[in-house]
């Protein structure tokens, strides 16, 4: 079996950087693609989280005075590849700064909607406060995953 580097793996199993130089940055504790410039002069990259259930895809901007957050996709991994299982997006005249507080909050919500349809597609009840409980500590998960393998 070829020994491949998690970087590697990152940018053949996540559908988003296919394509993209992918680079680790261990202070945000983030995988980053490339950025690009428009000719308003600001910046946008790709930011990826994962652990071994779940990638979460930032789609990030940077502009004069500040970082915004322009959308959020979360995917799930069904044995084989990526699959989105939410998505959030912002821009326009509903754009957001980023923080990793309200990016983080926005993929537990993300994560619990989804659950709590699968639990209903399964005619079962799950309490609210379990479900995100749960969603909250997978969440965490991805954003310590890098740190237990690098």
Not at 22 to 47: C, H, M, Q, R, W
Not at 68 to 74: A, E, P, Q, S
Request: charged share 15%; net charge positive.
């Amino acid at each position: 079996m070829k020994n491949m580097t998690i970087s590697a793996v990152a940018a053949k199993a996540l559908p988003a950087l296919s394509g993209a130089s992918v680079t680790f940055n261990p202070e945000k504790n983030v995988y980053l693609t490339l950025g690009y410039t428009s000719n308003a002069g600001n910046t946008y990259f790709k930011a990826v989280r994962f652990s071994d259930r779940l990638a979460v895809h930032y789609d990030i901007g940077q502009g004069y005075c500040h970082t915004f957050l322009n959308g959020i996709t979360l995917f799930a991994w069904d044995g084989q590849k990526a699959v989105i299982i939410g998505k959030r997006t912002w821009g326009g005249y509903n754009w957001c700064c980023f923080s990793e507080h309200f990016a983080k909050n926005q993929t537990i919500l993300m994560l619990k909607d989804y659950l709590n349809g699968q639990v209903k597609a399964l005619g079962q009840y799950v309490d609210e406060q379990q479900l995100l409980s749960f969603s909250r500590q997978m969440v965490e998960d991805v954003h310590n995953y890098q740190r237990r393998i690098a």
